[in-house]
């Protein structure tokens, strides 16, 4: 009877604090500039990181970039199968634009791990220093695209006719 009270009250606790962690949602932002130069600068701010473009559409980007050595290690002991130890843990970084004015940029940081069956497996990396890194990277995007829109806009000063 006291271990059925027991594993009651631990699982109330349980659910207690789960129940108390919300999703925040998509991490997003809002930018005033055309999708060509916001998607340019994106590019060019994930290159200058380290990652390499793994797929891009009209309107999404996903940038890999292989895990750390430690970071791979202990995912490939605690997550994946021995067996599987040749498959590269890659970090993800993946840019939603959604064409309106003003455009809106979301961003999401996953991990990709081999499965049980040597598939590749994403899963989303939330909270904490993950979160923290894409509100940055997505203010950083924010102000250099801006910055590069308001350029483009200037007129250019008319060339002295000889």
Known sequence: MKYVVTTLIILTLTMTVFAKAKDKGPIQTTIAAPAEIVKAVAVARAIKDGYTIASEGQYQVVFARNASMGHSMLV??????????????????????APASPLTVVGRYEIEFPSALCQPVREEVKGGKAEKQMEQLLADIKADAEKAATSAQRPQAEAPKQ
Not at 77 to 96: E, H, I, W
């Open 76 to 97: 490939q002991a605690f997550a994946s199968p021995a067996a599987c130890g040749a498959f590269p843990v890659r970090n993800l970084l993946t840019l939603v634009f």
